[in-house]
């Protein structure tokens, strides 16, 4: 026997595998499609093994898809829209050394990077590695005649048209946006996706209450997130080493940090820095409040941050731990009060109730500090967690005091946004938009929230779409069930999305007008159908002129006569209906795969152009989401260079190894953290198998009393396997694979099994099994039994005599028997020169009998058993407990219902215990124990019967 040599085995497959086209999928009317995809990746560097996890999740399914027996298409493709390729492609060009290294790590050449320093040859660059280098290597069977990507021109009058129907249905509008923008680049899409970003996808668009402040002939500015506290104002914050600037903004002047006017120069159309100011040169003035129309007092405080909102907060210290805290402090600080010479001016500067909440009631803030005991400034955490609570609690629950004027007595939620356009109207505050954490462009540059006129948006919140999209998302197959509860919820909240940007980015121009390119969401909803249409452009039977709207509306809507699209296309008759019969067989999509980022921000939009734009029949089946492979830093990233090299992974483990590792360590719908050592338990695993196999197939000897039982019980797992691939149980179905069935062989050789046919038969069985989670081991030992290609050869097809449920009872019952025997040693610490097992009274059985015909009865049947059987009282009302709470528990009544001599099993068993525990074995048959020195009998029960060890 060879070793285990995955490195060699797998070559030798994947080239065996492209050479003959097993992956390939044509049109067949006699078999059923099935159609699936995982979310194909942007172009911004080498992917990483986190990406193989959900690669691998989908090849395990198209493979095991393609045992049941369907005709499966797999195809894939590149995303490079947006400014991905701009970026690494720029970064080059400037010799940036991180960059130039990260692409050497990878296996890039000095060639190679000279020649992507283009971004459309970089596109073409990594199109080839992540086929070649990555797909085919971990012997992912995609088609690869159907691969298509975003910045192909067939693919972009694909989206040209897609964006026509859009508009023909009434869900593209224009409209003034605030959106987020980088500085360089222009328009940014800020989601966990991380397409545009190397930085900050989780950050949210807060838009901010900018309230004015009397000062001088000029206005204080500060930023509020809560508008409705204003009536609970007692003073400004300012940071007395921080210089401010005094800014015309429309005709006014403001003082606000130089960070907020370079924020606000994306945003209003005249700003302009006029002059200074130190933070210090205005404590201990006062200024007029908005709404309250009081003067309140300026005070000095370090924790105000020039990048959050103007640099200049206004205190609620009713409502804010922070400024309950800050002027606390700063009321004990004789040295502060003094410096800015604030003696005396202070001491009435008081907290003003202003909501009530059920939490809290009124005056949160001095509550929440001393429950949480929060003894300074310092305390950033727990401080943070009081606001969160109080806030919620005040949004959610709080009303409004008299103190609030004309919104007294309403909700908090209502007043929030009436006290904002009260302000604004009477032009007391205005608004300002900024992101809650610090966001970078792939370029390196910083984004920002910037005005954008006339933005294009595809209107996912019309109503219809809405609803439809709901009611369908309802009917299809969704894992995990938690997202499957939630994404009508999604689809209901999901708000008009902008749709394409100005600027120097890849993709497909805008079809109303090319000064706009359409972006990376917007452009990859529908594209599982056009992967369809792909092969036949791959195989230069239709060239992108020849896609007309004309011909997509045909293709895919059904409409126009076919002898007017043939004159408008160039194309023949049968080559468009051709096409369309195509599209037809394989659509609608049975499954799309993506990660978690995908939940809210693509799989969403996926749904609703298909609803959108497609008749019903077409719209998609199922979505799978799979979480995340993390490092020990969290989430891996291409972008920012923090993985292993594929190929280098792949050569040190095996990619059988690594595909295990991602099937079995962990749900696909839990984050799961790289770990190598659990990595290299999974290849001596495989070596396990490898040696399993082959010690299987020399295996020669006859027939054997527990071939029965090994049969069976392959069988009954196959069944269990099968059940748990139908619902995309994964890890349980590789449990059963790689666990269970080799634990299940293990035991039958302990047991003395030898039957050589019987081997065979199992061997190949598992094998098959094993195709779709490791391919390349499965199909190098079914070379043995010169079995071609087991992908072609089905999943193991249970024979009618193949399950037998009493032979997997009684050798259940011996390993059982054997485990308590085990259990009583071990605990005794003695070896037992002999042991007696002694099997249930006779009475036991019949009671049994009696019970599971009639378990409704409960305890009711004890009048019964007590009138028909001789049996103690006491011995019978507990052993009655016993069975039903057996029943009840474990739902046992089938296999109670099988009749077992378990006297004659023991037997049988006899040698191998003696065997086993190197004592002699003594079996008592029922109401039979001439020996029982310490009344063990009387213990037994069925299917357990009592020990005694001497």
Not at 630 to 650: F, M, N, R
């Amino acid at each position: 026997m060879k070793d285990y040599d995955p490195v060699e085995i797998e070559k030798k497959w994947q080239e065996r595998w492209e050479e003959e086209g097993v992956d390939r999928a044509e049109v067949d009317e006699s078999r059923e499609p099935f159609y699936l995809i995982f979310a194909y990746p942007g172009v911004s560097g080498f992917l990483h093994l986190g990406h193989m996890r959900c690669y691998s999740y989908t090849d395990i399914i198209a493979r095991y898809k393609r045992m049941e027996g369907y005709n499966v298409l797999f195809p894939t493709g590149t995303h490079p829209t947006g400014n991905q390729a701009y970026s690494l492609s720029k970064h080059l060009q400037e010799g940036v050394p991180e960059k130039i290294d990260y692409m050497k790590r990878n296996g890039a050449t000095e060639e190679d990077i000279e020649r992507v320093k283009d971004p459309m040859e970089l596109v073409t660059y990594f199109n080839e590695v992540y086929i070649d280098k990555y797909w085919k290597k971990f012997g992912i069977s995609i088609d690869f005649d159907y691969f298509t990507y975003s910045t192909r021109e067939d693919y972009k009058q694909f989206i040209k048209w897609q964006f026509r129907k859009l508009k023909e249905r009434g869900l593209l509008t224009q409209k003034d946006y605030f959106g987020t923008e980088c500085i360089e680049c222009g328009p940014v899409a800020v989601d966990p996706s991380e397409t545009d970003l190397s930085k900050g996808g989780t950050a949210e668009k807060q838009e901010y209450t900018l309230l004015k402040f009397e000062y001088n002939g000029r206005y204080i500015t500060a930023a509020t997130l809560r508008p409705e506290t204003v009536f609970g104002q007692t003073n400004l914050w300012v940071d007395p080493e921080e210089g401010y600037v005094v800014a015309e903004v429309e005709g006014e002047e403001w003082i606000l940090s130089k960070e907020a006017v370079e924020k606000l120069k994306y945003q209003k159309d005249d700003v302009k820095v006029i002059d200074t100011i130190m933070g210090e040169d205005m404590i201990g003035d006062y200024v007029k409040a908005p709404v309250i129309h009081r003067d309140i007092i300026i005070l000095p405080a370090s924790f105000t941050d020039p990048d959050v909102g103007t640099g200049i907060v206004t205190s609620v210290p009713s409502d804010a731990p922070y400024d309950w805290i800050a002027l606390r402090d700063l009321k004990q600080d004789e040295d502060t009060l003094k410096r800015f010479g604030l003696e005396g001016k202070i001491e009435d500067v008081e907290p003003i109730p202003i909501i009530e909440s059920k939490d809290w009631g009124i005056n949160p803030a001095e509550k929440i500090i001393h429950e949480m005991d929060i003894q300074s400034q310092r305390d950033d955490d727990k401080l943070e967690t009081a606001t969160q609570k109080i806030y919620k609690s005040g949004f959610h629950t709080g009303k409004m005091l008299d103190s609030c004027q004309d919104y007294s007595g309403m909700s908090v939620q209502k007043a929030k946004e009436m006290v904002k356009e009260d302000m604004i109207a009477s032009g007391e505050a205005d608004i300002m938009y900024d992101l809650s954490e610090e966001v970078v462009c792939r370029c390196g540059a910083k984004v920002v929230v910037g005005k954008i006129p006339d933005q294009w948006f595809i209107r996912y919140s019309d109503e219809e779409l809405t609803e439809k999209s709901k009611k369908h998302a309802t009917d299809m197959e969704i894992k995990p069930q938690s997202y499957a509860d939630n994404i009508t919820e999604t689809i209901g909240w999901f708000q008009d999305r902008s749709c394409a940007r100005k600027g120097n980015w890849m993709g497909t121009e805008f079809p109303f007008d090319e000064e706009w390119v359409i972006e990376a969401i917007a452009d990859s909803t529908l594209y599982p159908a056009y992967y369809i249409l792909a092969k036949h452009y791959n195989d230069g039977i239709i060239e992108a002129e020849n896609m007309t709207e004309d011909f997509f509306d045909h293709v895919y809507l059904g409409k126009g006569n076919i002898e007017d699209v043939s004159k408008k296309t160039g194309l023949s008759k049968e080559t468009i209906e051709d096409i369309r019969s195509d599209f037809k067989y394989w659509y609608p999509l049975d499954l799309n795969l993506g990660g978690k980022e995908h939940m809210t921000v693509h799989f969403p939009p996926f749904l609703m152009n298909h609803v959108g734009i497609l008749d019903e029949e077409y719209w998609p089946k199922g979505i799978f989401v799979n979480w995340w492979l993390v490092g020990k830093g969290g989430k891996i990233s291409k972008s920012k260079g923090g993985a292993e090299p594929i190929p280098d992974t792949a050569e040190k483990y095996g990619v059988d190894t690594l595909r295990l590792f991602y099937a079995h360590s962990a749900s696909p719908f839990v984050d799961k953290e790289w770990d190598e050592d659990e990595v290299f338990n999974y290849r001596k695993k495989l070596n396990s198998i490898w040696n399993k196999v082959h010690r299987m197939k020399e295996t020669d000897g006859g027939k054997n009393p527990v071939d029965e039982y090994l049969r069976s019980r392959f069988y009954s797992l196959v069944m269990k396997g099968n059940e748990y691939m139908q619902d995309h149980e994964l890890r349980k179905a590789a449990s059963v694979v790689y666990y269970d069935i080799p634990s299940e062989i293990d035991w039958y050789f302990k047991r003395g099994g030898c039957n050589g046919e019987l081997m065979d038969e199992i061997a190949k069985g598992m094998l098959k099994l094993m195709v779709p989670f490791t391919p390349h081991i499965a199909e190098e030992l079914s070379d043995m039994w010169n079995i071609e290609y087991l992908v072609k050869s089905g999943l193991p097809k249970i024979p009618e005599d193949g399950i037998s449920k009493k032979a997997e009872l009684e050798e259940e019952y011996i390993k059982e028997v054997r485990a308590d025997i085990k259990q009583i040693l071990d605990i005794a610490d003695v070896e037992g020169e002999k042991i007696h097992i002694y099997t249930a009274a006779g009475w036991k059985e019949k009671a049994v009998g009696m019970i599971i015909q009639q378990p409704e009865k409960g305890m009711g049947v004890m009048g019964e058993l007590t009138k028909k059987l001789d049996a103690p009282a006491k011995q019978l009302s507990k052993f009655v407990q016993h069975i039903l709470k057996d029943l009840r528990e474990k739902g046992a009544k089938d296999s109670w219902s099988i009749d077992m001599n378990e006297y004659e099993v023991l037997k049988g068993a006899a040698a191998f215990l003696e065997e086993e525990f190197q004592a002699q074995i003594k079996i008592y048959p029922p109401d039979g124990s001439s020996y029982d020195p310490t009344n063990k009998s009387s213990q037994a029960i069925p299917r357990k019967p009592a020990i005694y060890v001497e």
